[in-house]
């Protein structure tokens, strides 16, 4: 017996609707247009350290903790996981935080490379960044510190500065950040003051404070009275170098002049605050990565910090020179050189 013809129609609508919802649905995990107007943005902060390591990990946690300040706590939500310094604990952490809605997951250090490459391919939708590093992704932002050029301006204060023309470096490995930092303060060092001598100790690790320390403690008694030293162990060289007096520390990462008002004389900064912002701002925009996002003077998101306390121990004319070098380097007109040539 024929249908009539209404219920016919009415067959065929449900069916038609049935088909649209099944294809949107297929397709919907795969996606990666990127939600324009999210609520609240929820970052998840994954640190090879602590949030209070006075270095790498305390600057993160403290730009982003300044951004959710500018925010609102109800516009940003953070949540952190520290000491997570193996790739394979930190790939949990990262695929935990993605599958629980989190859109921006920070995989803070040089090492999570390969986990956020594979992970990020699973969460189309999440942001990740990650750094040192230059390889993004359709969805992962690589941030890239000039860790060189505000070495560079350290190495010259300290190449002007030294009484003994001895300068030392603790460093961590001899990898990454660290070469970059250290080529550029044997640089600076070299252009202030060509006579001067430079010693170069690593530990072989980046939280062996305790090591940092001996070496900090080696350079002195070789004649040392500016050091330097990069990574969260720089802890322990600063508490060696200010036992001595008259010896100066200078820093990187984060202005550390708190640690020791008499010691640390000047400190290369970066801007986390600056660069957060910007990942929040393309997302929002619907980028979700794919940039590499250079950390610089002249991007404006690398500081350089003298210690207000000691900074009537720098002569005009070497701060002068000081700033004169800076600016050459935002211009363009000074490249330091990180190559291993």
Not at 63 to 88: F, H, N, Q
Not at 117 to 137: C, I
Request: glycine content about 10%; hydrophobic content about 40%.
């Amino acid at each position: 017996m024929k249908k009539p013809s209404w219920i016919r129609r009415v067959a065929l609508g449900m069916v038609a609707l049935f088909t649209v919802g099944l294809v949107a649905g297929c397709g919907g995990g795969q996606q990666a247009a990127a939600p324009k107007a999210e609520e609240k943005v929820k970052i998840a902060l994954i640190l090879p350290s602590t949030i209070d390591d006075a270095a790498w990990a305390q600057s993160m946690y403290e730009g982003i903790k300044a951004v959710e300040t500018k925010m609102g706590k109800d516009k940003l939500e953070l949540r952190v996981s520290e000491r997570l310094s193996k790739p394979v604990d930190a790939g949990a952490a990262i695929r935990q935080a993605a599958s629980e809605g989190f859109s921006i997951v920070i995989a803070h250090g040089s090492q999570y490379q390969s986990v956020v490459q594979e992970v990020a391919k699973e969460f189309p939708k999440t942001t990740f960044a990650y750094g040192t590093g230059f390889q993004s992704g359709p969805n992962i932002f690589a941030y890239d510190p000039q860790a060189q050029e505000g070495a560079y301006l350290l190495g010259f204060l300290a190449g002007k500065l030294t009484k003994s023309n001895i300068v030392g470096i603790v460093g961590p490995v001899e990898a990454g950040d660290a070469i970059k930092y250290n080529k550029g303060f044997e640089q600076g060092v070299k252009a202030a003051n060509p006579e001067a001598k430079l010693r170069i100790a690593y530990t072989g690790s980046f939280g062996d404070i305790v090591k940092a320390g001996e070496l900090a403690k080696t350079h002195m008694d070789a004649g040392a009275d500016v050091i330097t030293g990069s990574s969260q162990q720089s802890v322990g060289g600063i508490k060696a170098v200010a036992a001595k007096p008259g010896a100066y520390w200078l820093s990187t990462d984060m202005d550390q002049s708190s640690l020791a008002p008499e010691t640390v004389l000047a400190a290369q900064a970066y801007n986390w605050e600056k660069v957060v912002t910007k990942m929040i701002e393309l997302r929002k925009a619907g980028t979700l990565g794919g940039q590499h996002l250079t950390i610089s003077f002249a991007e404006g998101n690398l500081d350089l910090k003298i210690n207000p306390k000691l900074a009537d121990k720098i002569p005009a004319d070497v701060k002068a020179a000081v700033d004169k070098a800076k600016d050459e380097i935002v211009k363009g007109a000074l490249k330091i050189e990180v190559s291993s040539k």
